[in-house]
Structures are given as C-alpha cells and as structure tokens.
C-alpha cells in the first residue's frame, strides 16, 4: 500500500496511529458505510418499506423482512453507549492510549456502532456523552466512521 495511506490516520489525536492493511474487509452491503465518510456524514442501512435501520447492513429488513432496504445517510450523532481505553501497544507504531467505543446513532438507538472516539481525553470520556460523526480518510476509498464529542451539548 501507498505510504501516504496512512498520513491522515496518524495526524488524529486520539486515534491509533496503526498502519494498515488493517483496513475492513468491505462487501457490496457495507460499500456506503465504509465509504460514506466523503461528504462528511455516516451512511446506515434503512428499509424502504419501513423505515426501520439495521447495522451492520443485511440483505433484509430486521423489522419487516423487506428486501427493499439500502443506505441513508444518516444525522452522524449519537451516543456513548459505551467503551474501553487500549493503554496496551499492540504494534510498534500504534500510539496509546486510545479510545474504543460503542456508539448508539441517534435514529436507532438500540443499534450499536463499534468505533473510535478521537480528539477526547481518555479521562474525559463519560457514557452518554453526545457524539458525532468525523469520518478519518485512511485510503482506497475507506473513511473510518469515527466519532468526536459534541461538546457544546454535554452536561
Ligand atoms: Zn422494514
């Protein structure tokens, strides 16, 4: 792979600075999820008969078993449902420490998105937090869907 690839993964704060090719293994389903992170926003699975949204992506509804389901682009906010801090350097190059967490969108919050919160201190990480989406460009067209503290609405 292309050095350049990782240059803005590694430029984040917050985020592990891991070189790929750990990258995601994408199917034709999870395409605007993982790619979606061009414009700016986060794309989730939504049925057309519905409404109903799914993560991750299946060919059919969960709700109403309609076939007729495909990406929206969802609000990118959500919620801290909850998370852990990696203090553990699993690779030379993966700076510590770093968050992980699960995130519920703010459309469906019984789904869970399992993420990175960036530019947060790992101190300063609560559940429940606000959050939304800033998805990182790690190459090949891959836009990691990770999440930041909405600050201005934290309580
Ligand atoms: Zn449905």
Not at 129 to 150: H, T
Request: proline share 10%; charged share 20%.
């Amino acid at each position: 792979m292309p050095s350049n690839e990782t240059a803005a993964w590694v430029g984040r704060a917050g985020l592990p600075a891991l070189k790929l090719p750990l990258g995601p293994e994408i199917n034709e389903l999870e395409t605007a999820f993982w790619s979606g992170g061009q414009d700016g926003g986060l794309y989730l699975q939504r049925c057309h008969t519905c409404g109903a949204w799914a993560h991750p992506p299946f060919p059919r509804c969960r709700v109403c078993k309609s076939e007729d389901v495909g990406p929206q682009r969802a609000s990118g906010r959500g919620t801290v449902y909850s998370f852990t801090v990696n203090h553990q350097p699993w690779a030379p190059d993966l700076a510590v420490p770093y968050i992980i967490a699960v995130v519920a969108p703010e459309e469906a919050p019984e789904l869970r998105l399992y993420t990175n919160i960036v530019e947060a201190g790992v101190d300063e990480i609560k559940i429940g937090m606000p959050v939304e989406v800033d998805p990182v460009d790690v190459g090949d067209g891959v836009w990691l869907p990770v999440f930041r503290l909405r600050r201005s609405e934290q309580v």
